[in-house]
């Protein structure tokens, strides 16, 4: 949720954030007339109390004969009061519906426009040639045993799949090398509950226009994440925090689960998008005025993971329509797909400031010892995805796989055949 304060004093900066996300800045005068229709219901329900205390005082102070006018009154006033009261709760539940409407304030700089117009900033490493045909990473997994998607689908449906032998063993080596490095930056290595209650997720902002993309198990209420950073995000729901020795950080491991409902059609072929896949996150609580700057740290931490699994890849500024509702701003990492003759993301870092921390009560406490809302950033550090370019980029003429360095102690074996 935005800063309701900030709004009041900046209508200008959130109806100009909206048009660089392309969406509709008559959202903010809808928001800023619930909170002055909201005020203004506080304002009255606390007159009327306060009316009412009065009126109290004379009763007790009347004298018989005065009393029945009096107390006819204090009757009438409190029906003024409750009514005063469902005003002012109704006014409250719009202020939340409008408040809702409107996504995080993009951050300074951030591309304008939609998922097409991202800004390059960097291509990293050289882009594989190969003197044979190279084969997708699925034709690899399958004919190295790494991946079997047919069982997958056979047990669970389409988008679902086994990793096998050295594929799973690829993968478990990935994410533990991934949370080797988040520890040695100053990660705390956390494994989260991955079914969440409706209030976390929202807090998240997932449940806004994407919400269809979120699992939902009605019989308990309880919704399966996305991303483990929705559990991180809401470990320090509702506390103030202890930010003065610098930033709280925490990498989550978890499985995923991901709906995919607006995908049809889209990656169908292999574990490029799939329903349920691992991943190591990186989440950090920080005082607001140092989010940028952590930002961008975790981007290095992401690039330090794919210089490891020797991945050439390039990094985008994410345009504002392509933020989603929390992110203020967001670098992706593409990697080099040789099959696709493409980039395709293996991570995204956002800088979510103060957007969820506002909406799950997190807070720490400034010089001043004044409780002040933290602010949240989250970032990629390794997924079931990134296996999909470390088979294609590492194939070699005879068909085999050559393991990175880096995760040759993890998988027990140099080439994959
Ligand atoms: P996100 O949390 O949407 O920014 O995604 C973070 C990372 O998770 C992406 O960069 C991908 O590596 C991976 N990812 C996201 N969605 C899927 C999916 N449906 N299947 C496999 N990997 C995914």
């Not at 329509?321 to 593409?334: F, I, N, Q, T, V």
Request: hydrophobic letters at 40%; one cysteine or more; a negative charge.
């Amino acid at each position: 949720m935005i800063d309701l304060k900030f709004l009041r004093e900046n209508p200008d900066v959130v109806r100009a954030s909206q048009r660089t996300r392309g969406e509709d800045p008559g959202l903010v005068d809808v928001l800023l007339e619930a909170d002055s229709s909201r005020r203004a219901a506080v304002l009255a329900g606390d007159q009327l109390r306060a009316e009412q205390k009065a009126l109290g005082k004379k009763v007790g102070k009347a004298s018989p004969d005065e009393r029945p006018a009096l107390l006819a009154g204090a009757s009438e006033l409190a029906a003024k009061v409750k009514a005063a009261e469902a005003a002012q709760n109704e006014a409250d539940a719009a202020l939340d519906v409008a408040a809702r409407k409107i996504s995080n304030i993009v951050e300074d700089g951030a591309p304008a426009g939609g998922e097409d117009d991202y800004v390059l900033l960097e291509t990293v490493g050289e882009i594989p040639t190969f003197d044979f045909e190279p084969k997708d990473h699925l034709e690899l997994g399958e004919s190295l045993n790494l991946i079997d998607m047919e069982r997958g689908a056979k047990v669970s449906g389409s988008r679902f799949y086994f990793m096998t032998g050295y594929g799973a063993l690829l993968q478990q080596g990935m994410l533990q090398l991934a949370a080797q490095k988040a520890v040695k930056n100053g990660f705390q290595m956390m494994i989260p509950p991955v079914l969440v209650r409706p209030e976390i997720m929202a807090g998240t902002g997932f449940l806004g226009a994407h919400a269809d993309e979120i699992y939902r198990l009605e019989a308990d209420d309880l919704y399966l994440v996305g991303t483990s950073e929705v559990a991180l995000a809401g470990y320090h729901s509702g506390e103030i925090i202890d930010l003065s020795d610098g930033p709280k950080r925490y990498a989550g491991w978890s499985s995923c689960f991901r709906r995919e409902a607006g995908s049809y059609g889209k990656d169908t072929r292999g574990i490029i998008r799939v329903h349920q896949f691992d991943k190591i996150e990186m989440f950090s609580y920080i005082k607001p005025e140092d989010a940028a700057a952590e930002h961008k740290k975790l981007l290095e931490f992401e690039r330090e993971m794919l210089a490891a699994v020797e991945l050439p890849y390039r990094i985008i500024d994410v345009a504002g329509g392509d933020l989603g509702s929390s992110a203020a701003r967001k670098y992706d990492c593409e990697a080099w797909v040789p099959t696709q003759n493409a980039y395709r993301e293996l991570t995204s870092t956002s800088n979510c400031t103060t957007f969820q921390a506002r909406r799950l009560g997190v807070r720490y406490r400034d010089e001043n010892g004044k409780p002040q809302t933290a602010a949240t950033l989250n970032g990629t550090l390794a997924t079931t995805r990134w296996i999909v370019a470390i088979l294609e980029n590492h194939q070699q003429a005879d068909g085999t796989v050559r393991v990175p360095e880096a995760l040759v102690p993890f998988v027990g074996t140099d080439v994959l055949r």
